[in-house]
């Protein structure tokens, strides 16, 4: 299979226009999912694939699938894409770097004539940031059947307002129903950190998902004023909290590099300046690309904490909040997009996500894969976030020619 590059001018193009829609005033972008932004930038990418020819159908979750045509209508789609949707005051490269390559790989294979034997869908996932209705991943995790339809039709925002009734007022809450077969999915990201441009690397073959497992930890003494009682028949909860904290970064570092250990909220209902905290809560966050590795973090974890408690006096307890497993990607695809890199000139690595995305989800129902192209100094989620033009249409070219392995392999 001869190697095809992207045409970089459209794609970046295509990349201004979409850019100047919920653009902000320091180069970033606010649009939040089914938001009027999101609802001009669905229209936009409509358009382009209307005069394509490429035929667009919506689900009922609103997630946008713009079909080019295989020569086998029997076969699956291979599926292509990411989201539209933003962060608040966000980067204009988070979801659209995925998108619009997945445009572009479809307007390349028309420019030279390619047949496929699969269909090629792009898809644009409804909500993927979870920023104004919660939870994210929501209309992949759908397709995936791993949320249900009605739950997520009726998530709402902080003023009530739900994914369905937004759906309706923009147009899209589509007739098609969630979920069905798919060859393969690939999905174009930015890395959101520096391990490419450390290495001075464009391309990322993302091995996998990390798991992501989260707890909330309750720690129970007893309160007291902080006057009459002497210092030592304190059972200061707070105190105990601070000890966990230390552990937990210690055990964290312990496991580098690929442990995270983060207990990143507390509460102390007491909160205030004259009574010893009889009460704490706080969550527990762990994150590893092995699954097997965070439940050895978590006993780990929960032994040290109950250690600690033992010798504060305090009762310690934990509750699980949520458990996403470690995923890993598929292998095949994983080799086909080192290959391509190789082939087209592009320094690779393989490195695991250490956020969630949509392949995340799709990883359960289909062969997939990711492509992380950098983006400078990790910063993302932030009016800040830049890739460049070069490394956008690098990852294209492999996105490009991952999609034509996955047509001719599955
Ligand atoms: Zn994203």
Same mark, same amino acid.
Request: aromatic fraction near 6%; hydrophobic fraction near 45%; charge should be negative.
């Given at each position: 299979?001869?190697s095809?590059?992207?045409n970089?001018?459209?794609l ?7 850019s100047?829609i919920?653009?902000?005033k320091?180069?970033g972008?606010?649009?939040?999912a ?14 382009w ?18 079909r ?16 539209l949707?933003?962060q ?15 445009l ?5 294979? !028309? ?26 991943l ?12 009605d ?9 009530g ?8 007022r ?7 129903p ?16 520096t391990?490419?441009?450390d ?7 993302v091995?996998g998902v ?6 909330m930890v309750?720690?129970?003494?007893? !309160?007291?004023?902080?006057g009459p009682l002497?210092?030592?028949r304190?059972?200061d909860?707070?105190?105990a ?16 590099p ?7 909220r ?11 905290p ?13 699954q ?11 032994a040290?904490f109950?250690?600690?408690?033992g ?5 310690v307890?934990?509750?699980?909040l ?7 990607? !598929?292998?095949?695809?994983?080799s086909?997009?080192?290959d391509?890199s190789?082939?087209?000139g ?5 490195l ?6 949509d392949a995340?989800?799709?990883?359960r129902i289909?062969p997939?894969a990711?492509?992380f192209?950098?983006?400078?100094d990790?910063i993302?989620?932030n ?5 460049? !033009? ?13 999609t ?7």
């Amino acid at each position: 299979m001869e190697s095809i590059k992207v045409n970089r001018h459209r794609l970046r193009e295509t990349f201004d226009q979409i850019s100047a829609i919920g653009a902000t005033k320091r180069g970033g972008v606010h649009r939040l999912a089914l938001s009027d932004a999101d609802w001009e930038a669905r229209d936009l990418l409509k358009t382009w694939c209307d005069e394509s020819g490429y035929t667009l159908r919506v689900d009922r979750m609103g997630s946008m699938f713009a079909r080019r045509a295989g020569t086998d209508a029997g076969l699956a789609p291979v599926v292509i894409g990411s989201h539209l949707d933003s962060q608040p005051m966000a980067g204009r490269f988070d979801g659209p770097a995925g998108v619009l390559t997945a445009l572009e790989v479809l307007r390349t294979l !028309d420019d030279h004539d390619v047949a496929t034997r699969h269909p090629i869908d792009l898809v644009n996932w409804t909500n993927e940031e979870g920023a104004r209705f919660s939870p994210p991943l929501m209309a992949s995790g759908v397709y995936a059947g791993i949320k249900e339809l009605d739950f997520a039709l009726g998530c709402t925002d902080v003023s009530g307002v739900s994914v369905s009734t937004e759906l309706k007022r923009i147009g899209y809450a589509g007739a098609e129903p969630v979920g069905g077969p798919v060859a393969a999915y690939i999905e174009l990201h930015i890395e959101q950190g520096t391990v490419l441009q450390d290495a001075g690397a464009t391309i990322g073959a993302v091995s996998g998902v990390v798991g992501i497992r989260d707890t909330m930890v309750e720690i129970v003494g007893e !309160d007291t004023h902080a006057g009459p009682l002497p210092m030592e028949r304190r059972r200061d909860a707070l105190v105990a909290a601070a000890e966990m904290i230390l552990a937990a970064r210690k055990i964290g570092l312990a496991h580098k590099p690929d442990a995270r250990v983060t207990i990143g909220r507390l509460s102390v209902p007491s909160n205030s300046h004259s009574v010893v905290p009889g009460r704490v809560e706080m969550t527990l966050d762990i994150r590893h690309p092995e699954q097997a590795a965070i439940d050895l973090l978590q006993v780990e974890l929960e032994a040290n904490f109950r250690l600690i408690a033992g010798r504060s006096d305090v009762e310690v307890t934990f509750r699980p909040l949520w458990n996403y497993k470690a995923v890993a990607f !598929d292998e095949a695809l994983r080799s086909a997009i080192a290959d391509a890199s190789q082939t087209l000139g592009y320094k690779q690595l393989s490195l695991p996500s250490r956020a969630g995305h949509d392949a995340w989800n799709m990883a359960r129902i289909a062969p997939s894969a990711m492509i992380f192209i950098p983006c400078r100094d990790g910063i993302s989620h932030n009016e800040a976030e830049f890739a460049s !033009d070069e490394d956008i249409a690098a990852g294209a070219d492999v996105l490009l020619a991952a999609t034509r392995f996955a047509d001719a392999k599955y």
